[in-house]
């Protein structure tokens, strides 16, 4: 199968690749997926209190290009985003933008998953309410 | 100086020899005649062609020119074999014994049987992917009629247990057929010491064409019939009938005698640099061989390297390391390997896998290459993998409730 150009960039040089303090209040994780999947994200934000606004987003993927390249895109899209902007990012932005084929939309599914449980994380830590979202059919 | 890409996909199919290729070129023009034509020169020659290679391809196996039917390869000598004998013994019996790690050309024969009223039993290998020659045995029924275990296999080159499994075959009167594709012309195969009685192989494995291959049905103690799968002019016996690819034949020919001669010096070359592929890779952490190292081919290795997931590692050299995570039949699923997961890995170091196959081309330089780039890799990917972040922190992964989908 041959990867566009955007996922083999990114694959090549993941932005954000790392780890951020989940012990402190204003991070968020998300992990989602699962070994025997083949697939693996953790995506994590960190807000400012005081703006609501994405300062730092990181994540690591266990994966294949597409799966990376979707976890890598998805932390760039969210820095200086706010909480609610971020809530209204869609896979199929990510399918778009880096030219998926439908083979790997599910890698994108789990993209959107993993920014939603992060945020999610976030707002329970906060003493806000989780969101409710719906399930994509894609799996 | 190293040229790239680097191909290390051998059980995928093997690059032809150029000797090959310079025994086949006149057949293609000046010796076109149809090997059947009885009653002119372009036919007798096409005839003596063929007679030769098939000479040649007994020779490999140890069998009577006679006891060669020609084939357009593997999956269509698996079909033959298996059908054949079930439709030929029927008033013997119905049943047939399989194992899980066999190829889907005989695995979906199989299906394909059971749906016509036969009765199939898959035997499950042990964690070295080696069969139970006990459960074999119990296995046995009266109605049984074909024993069909492949000689080694295309994933992680382990080399089944033959002669034992053929002595219990005869034991109790049941025919045994073998799938020798990636075992034939790269170490000893002899049906008469082995006590084979169908064998199939092909030749775009051992540096052959593709679209060539060969039955092998033995003619004497036991005599073995099988219905042919196409009706036609009565070829080869009247077990396949069509026109003889005489090129093809011919180079798969040429391609048996050079896997003869050069069998010994090959193996051990081949066998050499495999080993410190293999050993070199192993130096990194969490890599582990799936599959039995002693009973296996010379030229395979199945490296699993936890924490890393196979897709994603190819495509890390995959422009200049031609590498497959499975075999090519399935590769287009994004299911991970029923070989390894027949070996009893879980779905996670099943989907962290990458099958080396070298060959008589391969050099120890395109070794060390390989061995950099796949080693950086993994290092860079699992710098990227959240499992091996867990791995590091002494997180038990199987607590963690994973959102399956």
Partial sequence: MAYSDKVIDHYSNPKNVGTLDKSKKNVGTGLVGAPECGDVMRLQIEVDDATGMITDAKFKTFGCGSAIASSSLATEWLKGKSVDEAVAIDNMDIVEELNLPPVKIHCSVLAEDAIKAAINDYRKKNGLEELVFNEKAVH | ?405
């Fill in chain 2, 1 to 405: 100086m190293l040229k790239l890409p680097v191909y290390l996909d051998n059980n995928a199919t093997t690059p032809m020899d150029p000797r090959v290729l310079e025994a086949m070129l006149p057949y293609f023009t000046e010796h076109f005649g149809n090997a059947a034509s009885r009653n002119h020169p372009f036919g007798w020659e096409a005839e003596e062609a063929v007679d030769y290679a098939r000479e040649q391809v007994a020779q490999l196996i140890g069998a009577d020119p006679k006891e060669i039917i020609f084939t357009s390869g593997a999956t269509e000598g698996d079909n033959l074999a298996i059908k054949g004998v079930y439709e030929m013994y029927a008033s013997k019996g119905n049943h047939i014994i399989t194992c899980v790690t066999e190829h889907k050309a005989v695995l979906d024969t199989c299906k394909h049987i059971e749906k016509s009223g036969g009765e199939v039993t898959y035997l499950k290998v042990q964690e070295d992917g080696l069969i139970d020659l006990k459960e074999l045995e119990a296995a046995i029924r009266p109605t049984t009629i074909l024993v069909a275990i492949m000689y080694a296999n295309n994933e992680v080159g382990v080399i089944q247990p033959v002669r034992d499994i053929s002595a219990i075959a005869k034991k109790h009167g049941v025919l045994f057929f073998t799938d020798a594709t990636q075992a034939a012309g790269k170490i000893p195969v002899d049906v008469q010491k082995d006590g084979i009685d169908l064998l199939t192989f092909s030749g775009h494995k051992m540096y052959g064409p593709k679209g060539i291959g060969a039955l092998y049905v033995r003619r004497k103690n036991p005599r073995v019939k099988v219905t042919a799968q196409m009706d036609g002019g009565g070829h080869e016996r009247g077990m396949r009938s069509g026109t003889l690819n005489v090129p093809g034949i011919v180079g798969f020919g040429k391609a048996c005698e050079l896997c003869r001669l050069e069998m010994a010096q090959d193996a051990e070359r081949i066998g050499k640099l495999r080993d410190k592929l293999e050993q070199n890779l192993l130096k990194l952490e969490e890599a582990y061989v799936n599959g039995n190292r002693q009973h296996r081919l010379p030229h395979v290795a199945n490296i699993s390297f936890k924490y890393v997931e196979g897709e994603g590692l190819l495509m890390g050299f995959n422009k200049n390391i031609a590498l497959s995570s499975g075999s090519a039949c399935t590769s287009a699923s994004l299911e991970p390997s029923y070989v390894l997961k027949a070996l009893g890995l879980g779905d996670d170091l099943a989907h962290s896998s990458l099958r080396f196959g070298l060959g008589r081309f391969t050099t120890e330089e395109q070794i060390d290459y390989t061995v950099e780039q796949v080693s950086n890799t993994v290092l860079k990917l699992r710098e990227m993998s959240p499992l091996w972040e867990m791995f590091r922190e002494g997180v038990d992964m199987n607590k963690i409730e994973w959102a399956h989908h």
